[in-house]
């Protein structure tokens, strides 16, 4: 997005006064994003005319480390969410969803501490798989993400918890298309 100085609250271009140093402007938002951001934020500062009067613009791009916060305040007082106009403080389950979305773990790859793996009964898959003449055995549960082994404990994922019913939250939502390309 872009924040632009120069412009009043009822969104009249005013400009920036001249007795204000654009360089020492530049370098005192730079001091404060540094100071503040984390992850560091490489904004784009330049100086533009409208109207005859000039605006200084921060150009920042979508980054790709989500969650962006003050480190000063720390990660839950500081990390907000944009909501159709409004900007959100967000909760705690929001802030573990954006970390899960940076680092490219969907929900169903989570571990499910709840119970261990050989507490469930998975007989539905093992039968599954032998209808089509495959075996099933721990190691492709494993492969297949529905088991993690953690500390040497087999937990099984929520992928597996979904597949097995056990998750009464979720629901399996599938498609199908017309055609083999997109």
């Known amino acids: 997005g872009k924040i632009l100085i120069g412009i009043n ?9 001249s007795k204000i140093d654009i360089f020492e402007l530049k370098d005192r938002i730079i001091s404060t994003i540094v100071d503040h951001c984390q992850p560091m934020i490489m904004p784009e500062i330049y100086t533009i005319n409208v109207d005859s009067k000039v605006l200084c613009v921060i150009e920042i791009m979508k980054g790709q480390l989500l969650l962006y916060y003050d480190k000063n305040e720390g990660k839950e007082d500081s990390t907000f969410v944009r909501m159709g106009a409004t900007n959100r403080k967000a909760s705690l389950e ?78 399996i939502q599938c498609a199908l298309f017309k055609g083999k390309s997109m």
């Open 9 to 17: 609250d009822q969104r009249q271009v005013i400009g920036i006064d």
């Open 94 to 171: 929001m802030i573990q969803e954006l970390e899960r979305q940076r680092d490219h773990i969907s929900y169903d790859e989570l571990i499910c501490r709840d119970l261990k793996f050989e507490a469930l009964d998975v007989s539905c898959i093992v039968e599954a798989f032998e209808k089509v003449n495959k075996k099933i055995e721990t190691i492709d549960f494993i492969n297949l993400k529905l088991a993690i082994e953690e500390n040497g404990t087999l937990y099984p994922s929520n992928a597996l918890m979904i597949l097995l019913g056990k998750m009464e939250q979720v629901r």
